[in-house]
């Protein structure tokens, strides 16, 4: 097969679910150079894009930064709230809750999964009868992933609280948020979530490496008897810090580009935005349907009404080669797609459609894969592309 060593032309095309397109206001935003962060002049900016991020949350309650990726304040989330041998319950997804559990169990806590299959997501009734057994109130957390990456399926956070509430359980509730925040609509103080973990890289469209944690004043109150080792991570050490919520050196390029993402989506309207992923969301979904045909690629999500409006996991027919077609979207196309992770590798590619994206964006990424499945000769039906247009433009 040949493949070009040209330098392509033209924009690249980013269909990953993570990190996103950076809009270039962001970008010139950030370029600038360095600036002290007790200078009088960054405060309005600190301050802007820490009151954003509350915004953006629906929270006004507390905030807590990291110059870390997502990681960062997932381990954040556990170590500021829970104890040794605390046992916590994490709602399976996918490979991400499994990672955010498998950090939990290396910091001495202990972790029950809710099991679930990986293309349906939990059952409301399991999660019922789990904390309706739980008489002695041993769960102290609820981990749940809003928006799982590498699925492509979404968890109804509202749906969960009903059932903590209903069965009067006085858990917490741990939500990452890290592939949602900035592009499916999210509440924490209405949904009443204790932590919310969030990063930088995915609907906040800037680069990676910088995290946050919402905190209620419940999850403070746990925070307050948490016996975990921290100190980087330390939410009551960074409040007698000078630079509020950080440990070290504040990533001040990072708040001026954080302001200006987060001005881009109140220009917008949160609602807008919602609304504008879930519509690319919808017609990246019809061009899969229709590429199933002939026994093609299908949705790996079977459950439609919580099918993820910010990413679609794209599962192969058996026998054939996710990363043959990224392969062909990337050399011959420019269209970077992404891979499945964990026990999904091989077997799935995934298609990220959130962050600063477009109609003809998605369409030109769909082709790309469309294109990419004839010339790699995956079984498919013709016509998805066709699909998305006609979804598009009804
Ligand atoms: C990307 C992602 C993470 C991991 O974040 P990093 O920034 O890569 O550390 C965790 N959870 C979800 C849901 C993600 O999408």
């Given amino acids: 097969m040949s493949t070009t060593t040209q330098k392509p032309r033209g924009r690249q095309f980013f269909a990953n679910p993570g990190p996103t397109n950076i809009p270039d206001s962001v970008l010139r935003a950030m370029d600038r150079p360095s ?8 405060a309005p900016v600190y301050d802007g894009a820490f009151d954003g991020v509350r915004r953006v949350l629906r929270t006004t309650q ?4 990291y110059n870390a990726s997502g990681h960062g304040a997932w381990e954040a ?5 829970l104890s040794p041998g605390d046992t916590i319950l994490v709602l399976e997804s996918g490979y991400f809750s499994e990672e955010w559990g498998t950090m939990a169990r290396s910091h001495g806590l202990e972790v029950r999964v809710l099991e679930a299959d990986w293309r349906q997501g939990v059952d409301m009734g399991a999660l019922r009868g789990v904390l309706a057994e739980d008489k002695a109130h041993t769960i102290r957390a609820i981990c749940a992933v809003h928006n799982e990456t590498a699925t492509g399926l979404m968890l109804p956070l509202q749906e969960i609280r009903a059932a903590i509430d209903a069965a ?3 858990a917490l509730f ?6 949602s925040l900035g592009s499916l609509d999210f509440r924490m103080d209405e949904w009443k979530i204790d932590c919310v973990v969030g990063g930088s890289q995915k609907g906040l469209m800037l680069p990676t490496g910088m ?7 419940k999850g403070l109150a ?17 409040g007698k810090r000078p630079q509020k919520s950080f440990i070290g050196t504040i990533p001040t390029s990072m708040f001026y580009g954080l302001r200006e993402s987060v001005r881009l989506l109140e220009e917008e309207g949160l609602e807008n935005v919602y609304a504008r992923h879930h519509r690319l969301a919808e017609a990246t979904r019809r061009a899969v349907q229709v590429w199933a045909a002939n026994d093609g690629p299908q949705l790996f999500c079977t459950n439609p009404a919580r099918a993820s409006d910010s990413v679609t996991a794209v599962l192969m027919p058996e026998g054939h080669d996710p990363e043959a077609v990224r392969r062909i979207a990337r050399q011959r196309f420019n269209v970077s797609l992404g891979g499945g992770l964990g026990k999904l590798n091989g077997k799935i590619f995934r298609i990220g459609h ?10 030109g990424a769909l082709s790309a894969v469309e294109m990419a499945l004839r010339i790699a000769g995956v079984p498919h039906g013709r016509g998805g592309v066709e699909a998305a247009m006609d979804y598009l433009a009804s």
């Fill in 35 to 42: 600036i002290d962060f007790n200078d009088t002049e960054f």
């Fill in 62 to 65: 507390s905030l807590f930064m």
């Fill in 77 to 81: 989330s556990l170590t500021n709230l």
């Fill in 168 to 170: 009067a359980h006085p």
């Fill in 174 to 179: 741990l939500v990452d948020t890290i592939s």
């Fill in 211 to 217: 995290s946050f944690t919402g905190v209620s004043e």
């Fill in 222 to 238: 746990a925070h307050a008897q948490a016996k975990l080792p921290r100190y980087y991570f330390d939410w009551t050490l960074m």
């Fill in 354 to 363: 959130l962050g600063d994206l477009n109609e003809p964006m998605v369409l």
